[in-house]
């Protein structure tokens, strides 16, 4: 049988039951359109918590106090009240290759503005930390030295806390507000960086350090020390430098019982992008297994097809039909059912994908890795669940299968 002869064969037998040949498919388009939208999703998740965690900062190194313990039982990283100022202009001074360094003294506190009022991050810190956060003044000024020496009672508000208080794009530049009972004057406004949640970097209030200090936090102790790296390939170095300095000046032998903990952007963002990978091969699997139904019903029709026209496959065996023709047939018709399958749930799928991006808020990316393994798992499932019985039809008897009624 020449190829154009199967493939017009293949035709009519598909047409010939149309609701059918339908449903069959829909299985497929099912499961190929949820793999496909889910694995888009998963991939703008991971894109999206990947540009959140770079939008941090440059070549972050994170330096956080240690774990706070009491009757064996700890508190958690960061705890621990064992960082000082002295600690982060021991690291200004003494490390190399790095951009930028900028302490900080970070603390929700209820923040009010005439009659509104917010709930924010208010982050005592130095002028340094707009370069190793990268963070940029859409108007005003942010903190200076001046200002620290100084204990300044000045803000600089991000977009979001701006709006919460002052009204959305209002000029705030001049006006006061009231941390903790302490009234400060706004001077700068942040630019966008994008985010959300409590670590959003426009959901928050800057201030000199050396104020959060004295009015805020009433200690000297710091929630972090931020390093910027020169460049990415110096990172590892600059951690090295900043672990063995400060186990030096903490006085402690064995790294093991350190009081601080590092932690550097790309161990961050890998571990990110694991759970997101993770994740996203797990909704994968769950969507799997309508690839697995639909593959069983497209076994199922092509079944009751061999049934429905075995007296069929009879005369053709009795006209010189060999069992390899049989086989070819039934088999190219399923993988055809499947491949019809696959062009529709990827066109599902990518719909799919676009609708559910505007509802979670997540941009979805549609890959040609996602497009290649729908169709290799829609030929795949033809060929597995089509061979079976293509089989049976070639195997049939063709006495018995002419007198089949």
Known sequence: ?????????????????KARSFLTILGIVIGIASVIALISLGQGAKNSIQESI????????????????????SSGRGSAQTLVQADADAI??????????????????????????????????????????????????FVTEQQVKSTSKIAILGPTTRDDLFGENADAIGKTIRINGVNFKVVGITKAKGGSGFNSPDDAIYIPITTAQRYLSGNKYLSSINVAAQDEDSMVSVQTQVNNLLLTRHKISDSLSADFSIINQNDIVSAASSITSTLTTLLAGIAGISLLVGGIGIMNMMLITVTERTRE???????????????????????MLTFLGGIFGI?????????????????????????????????????I????????????????????E
Do not use: C, H
């Not at 939008?55 to 064996?72: D, E, H, M, T």
């Not at 009010?112 to 956060?133: F, H, L, M, Q």
């Not at 509802?359 to 499932?381: E, H, M």
């Open 1 to 17: 049988m020449s190829i154009k002869d199967l493939t017009k064969e293949i035709f009519w037998s598909i047409s010939g039951n």
């Open 54 to 73: 770079q939008s941090i900062g440059s070549n972050l190194i994170l330096v956080q106090p240690g774990a706070q313990r009491s009757s064996g039982v």
């Open 92 to 141: 200004k001074d003494e490390v190399t290759n790095i951009k930028g360094v900028a302490a900080d003294v970070s603390k929700r506190y209820q923040v009010t503005a005439g009659d509104k009022n917010t709930n924010t991050s208010v982050v005592g810190t130095e002028p340094d930390y707009s370069i190793v956060r990268s963070i940029s003044i859409d108007s005003g000024s």
């Open 313 to 335: 496959i009879g005369l053709r065996k009795a006209i010189g039909a060999k069992k390899k023709n049989i086989i070819t047939q039934f088999l190219f018709e399923a993988i």
């Open 347 to 383: 066109i599902l799928g990518w719909l799919a994908s676009l609708i559910l991006s505007k509802v979670v808020g997540i941009t979805g990316q549609v890959t040609l890795y996602s497009i290649l393994l729908a169709f290799g798992v829609s030929a795949a499932v033809g060929i």
């Open 385 to 404: 669940f089509g061979y079976y019985p293509a089989r049976r039809a070639a195997s049939l008897n063709p006495i018995e299968a002419l007198r089949y």
